[in-house]
């Protein structure tokens, strides 16, 4: 499964760069996390993904979701196929543009970052940290989970908006301490926010993405 993308190449170019992928929310394209590719760390090399599946024109999702009074009800192979894809891109990324693969970080907004998260706990060894901006953790992901001690090296940071009416804050809480149990360094913040990315979310994603590459080169 081949995804589409758009590309922001380091401000200096250099040998092995480090990577940093892009993973919108449902409804979304290529092109909406364009805040991060104008602000994030210029050291990176920035690849905005676009979702696999088509919702309507211009809009796609990583998985599809169906609300009913029983809860949630996820397509299991849609979100499968992405996840593979995705580790997928990783490989073709890492060989194709000559990215570090040992700074790898994964950046994702709702099933976005329910995406990252499912990559970090199944395929640790292809990425360095991530990013979960209003996600969660599927349950389908716990049989294919690598052990602890593969998860060791990653970095992690969870924000979520107290208000969130489509990922409620108790799913930040469960995959806070999921990650927490299994000796994964992470951050946490809350914000005065819905399901959505404030400037303040912004603001502390970009700084905390830059700090990882500034304690790697240290």
């Not at 590309?7 to 449902?26: D, E, K, N, Y």
């Not at 990324?93 to 998260?117: C, E, H, I, K, N």
């Not at 979960?132 to 049989?143: C, M, N, Y």
């Not at 940071?157 to 000796?183: C, E, K, S």
Request: proline share 7%; net charge neutral.
């Amino acid at each position: 499964m081949q995804l589409r993308y758009v590309s922001r190449p380091p401000a200096t170019p250099t040998h092995r760069p480090p990577l940093l992928l892009l993973l919108h929310g449902v409804g979304g394209n290529e092109e909406g996390l364009a805040s991060f590719v104008a602000t994030v760390d210029p050291r990176f090399l920035v690849l905005s993904l676009r979702a696999p599946f088509i919702n309507a024109p211009g809009a796609y999702r990583w998985f599809d979701v169906r609300f009913s009074t029983q809860g949630i009800d996820v397509d299991g192979d849609e979100a499968e196929r992405s996840r593979l894809a995705v580790i997928q891109f990783v490989n073709d990324a890492v060989m194709g543009f000559g990215a570090d693969p040992r700074r790898v970080y994964l950046l994702g907004f709702s099933q976005g970052a329910t995406l990252a998260y499912g990559i970090g706990l199944t395929a640790p060894a292809k990425l360095r940290g991530i990013v979960g901006i209003a996600g969660r953790v599927l349950p389908e992901i716990a049989p294919i989970a690598a052990p602890a001690s593969a998860l060791r090296h990653l970095t992690l940071l969870i924000q979520h908006g107290v208000n969130d009416p489509v990922v409620p804050l108790a799913r930040a809480h469960a995959t806070r301490d999921l990650f927490a149990d299994l000796g994964v360094m992470l951050g946490y913040r809350e914000y005065e926010a819905a399901h959505e990315i404030t400037p303040a979310m912004l603001r502390e994603a970009c700084d905390f993405l830059g700090t990882q590459l500034d304690r790697f080169e240290a």
